[in-house]
């Protein structure tokens, strides 16, 4: 592997979607790249992949053998992944010099908050993770959405404190205005503590104020990269980010690591 990329966040912002078209560009791109589907309770997938845990797990067994519902189901399959690691990772070994993208769970929760997730991703890729946080525009053009989304990833980056990447997904449904008002308040978190004043009148100022800073201050508010996979854009940026951080670009330090 050269790298490889889990892809998390909230139900529904377009995980597998990305995953797929992700995996399209680099191809046509002529980078090798695969991906693995870590998400046991997946229906349907917007891709064909190339390693499937559902070929080990089944959800439709864990509810029968634990006689759990399909929630509780979609926990244990969840911590079940770590069991069939060595599974999978002798079907990576077939994919020396590729890129590796892994899809994992729709809710967050079964990725992000599950004991034994820090341990798979160091299992299955060791130094070579980086994680791609996967926000909805939708929900992020509010200064309330923003700093909601921006929290949640600095919860995931709390978990793996592997180099992670915000992607702003979906921004053919916002529009080129919004994206700029968005990524102006990542620059300038001054002009989202006057957006969220102008959004939130009767709210809690001093804890926005106060979450705005440290957000700020942790850096956790400088990695967007707006990016639509529906129409492909965007995918040039977050392959710059990997082959910095894999490959050793300028930007590797300041970017990605901490002191
Ligand atoms: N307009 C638009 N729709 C998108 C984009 N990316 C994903 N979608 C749509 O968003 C919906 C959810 O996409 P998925 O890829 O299934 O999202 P997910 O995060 O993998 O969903 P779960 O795994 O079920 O949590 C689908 O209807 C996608 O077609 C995008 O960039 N633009
Ligand atoms: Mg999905």
New binding site residues.
Partial sequence: MIGSLFVT?P????????CGAYKDWLVQNDYDAIIVNL?PGAEYL?YEPDIDIRGFISLNEVMSAYSLGPNGAQVVAADLLLDNVDKIKSKLELYDDYYVIFDTP?QIELFTFRPGSPLLVKSLAGEKAMIAF?ADSMVSQTPSGFISEKMLFGSVYSRFFVPMMFVL??I??IGEDKVKEITGWEENPDLLYDSFRDENTDSVKDYFLNVITALKDSDIINKIIPV???DSFGFEDIYTGMSDFFQGGEDTDTMYKDD
Avoid: E, H, Q
Wanted: charged content about 25%.
């Fill in positions: 966040g139900a529904g912002t377009g995980k597998s979607t990305f998400d917007p729709g996967i997904n979906k053919d449904l639509s996979s529906k």
